[in-house]
């Protein structure tokens, strides 16, 4: 019904395969990419871009596009892990501002997707200027879970709070990896993030996920001297992390902010966040900036009272089958 609704109001798209499209094709819309993630974000993407054109160069990257005219107005991609998938970008042309587009290219990204056999969708994009997206997405059965990016000013004086002899804090190295991803599933379990994204539900997942963050660069430059780890000052046991990345000239990232469940409500994530923006400040940052879920409630209480204030909301889909 969407397919025959779609050729009818915009009769003349046409879906190719991502591997048909030439880099320049796309240059516009990569273009304004990195300017809404540099003005609505403070976040440089234009590293990841550069990536994306050479994979792009390649024949590497599976997904879809729509020329509408001749031109590339929309194209998305995704990658495939095991029988999970992700659809990790998904952009349109602001000049399109029909839903039927994206729906176009949605269903093929699908049908692509089924004959992969996957059991499970997710997405990892934000797509800016698209308030029709959750639509688009819901009438494929996608249930939709909302994010919204924070930044606190690392100059604004921040409330004080007695400090706890309860925990220790360490430099993050690269051996706290196994142990912290252990951590984060623990921390995650049941959680907003768990259900929205499937790894989050695994210690291996997690491991992957702090992998990216740390080792590949998945959220900016990754700023290890400003990472720390909470230790029980009398067991040694983990009680918490912060990874920081930087995302832009001066300005940093929270990737990742995980509290074990046997410390949470002590003051553990509040001590991980001052120290944070302490090391940040010493390193000549202007701002913090983090991601977090709707559902989140501790969480988000706690960066609301160290400051912290919505800069952007945007959708996040994930689909089970």
Not at 207 to 236: F, H, W
């Amino acid at each position: 019904m969407a397919s025959f609704v779609a050729e009818r109001s915009l009769p003349n798209l046409q879906v190719v395969d991502l591997g048909r499209v030439r880099p320049h094709e796309l240059r516009s819309l990569w273009d304004r990419e990195v300017r809404m993630w540099r003005e609505k974000l403070d976040w440089d993407v234009g590293g990841a871009i550069a990536a994306l054109e050479r994979a792009v160069d390649r024949g590497g990257l599976s997904g879809k596009a729509v020329r509408y005219g001749g031109a590339i107005v929309a194209y998305a991609y995704y990658v495939v892990e095991g029988d999970r998938g992700v659809i990790s970008g998904f952009v349109v042309s602001p000049s399109f501002r029909d839903p039927q587009l994206g729906i176009t290219m949605l269903r093929a990204m699908l049908d692509d997707l089924d004959r992969r056999h996957v059991r499970r969708i997710e997405t990892q994009f934000i797509c800016f200027d698209a308030p029709w997206l959750a639509a688009c997405f819901e009438e494929y059965g996608f249930r939709t879970h909302w994010r919204d990016s924070l930044r606190a000013s690392l100059s604004r004086p921040r409330p004080e709070r007695s400090a706890s002899n309860q925990v220790v804090l360490l430099p993050w190295t690269a051996w706290n990896l196994s142990e912290m991803a252990a951590l984060m599933q623990d921390a995650h379990r049941d959680g907003a993030d768990a259900v929205m994204n499937e790894l989050y539900r695994t210690s291996a997942g997690c491991r992957a996920l702090l992998n990216n963050i740390v080792r590949q660069s998945g959220c900016g430059r990754s700023l290890t001297e400003a990472s720390s780890v909470a230790r029980e000052s009398a067991s040694d046991l983990p009680a918490g992390f912060a990874i920081v990345t930087e995302i832009g000239r001066r300005h940093g990232h929270l990737a990742q902010l995980a509290v074990a469940p046997m410390f949470q409500g002590q003051g553990v994530g509040h001590r991980l966040l001052a120290h944070t923006f302490s090391r940040l400040a010493d390193l000549g940052l202007d701002t913090l900036s983090l991601m977090v879920s709707h559902g989140n409630e501790r969480a988000m209480a706690l960066y609301r009272s160290m400051g912290f204030e919505p800069t952007y909301r945007f959708p996040v889909f994930s689909r089970q089958l």
